[in-house]
Nanobody, 124 residues
């Protein structure tokens, strides 16, 4: 049984920073790409960033490039999302995602396991 458990969400003022963590269990972590999606009220879930199993490749959605950094520690079975220069439009529930394969990914159909989600709220 694969489990993904997120932590690190919260409320922050615009311009601030947060770091999300996702701890994985149930399969060989380094063999699978990991990513973060987000969903704001009334909007579709969108990919924010993803990283390959070996950590050598990453993908970022255009609106977060230069502000967010995805990383992983395969020894700790954990993936991180460092979010800097946060904007109000970053407010959403953020979901950790584990892919069906080892590469980076952008679409939800590539995901076979999801975390429960963690709320990020950015105020001006």
């Amino acid at each position: 049984q694969v489990q993904l458990v997120e932590s690190g969400g919260g409320s922050v003022q615009a311009g601030g920073s947060l770091r999300l963590s996702c701890s994985a269990s149930g399969r060989t972590f380094s063999r699978f790409g990991m990513g973060w999606f987000r969903q704001a009220p009334g909007k579709v879930r969108e990919n924010v960033a993803s990283i390959s199993g070996d950590g050598g490749r990453s993908y970022y959605e255009d609106s977060v490039k230069g502000r967010f950094t995805i990383s992983r520690d395969n020894a700790k079975n954990t993936v991180y999302l460092q979010m800097n220069s946060l904007k109000r439009e970053d407010t959403a529930v953020y979901y950790c995602a584990s892919a069906r394969y080892s590469g980076v990914f952008t679409q939800s159909f590539h995901v076979d396991y999801w975390g429960q989600g963690t709320q990020v709220s950015v105020s001006s």
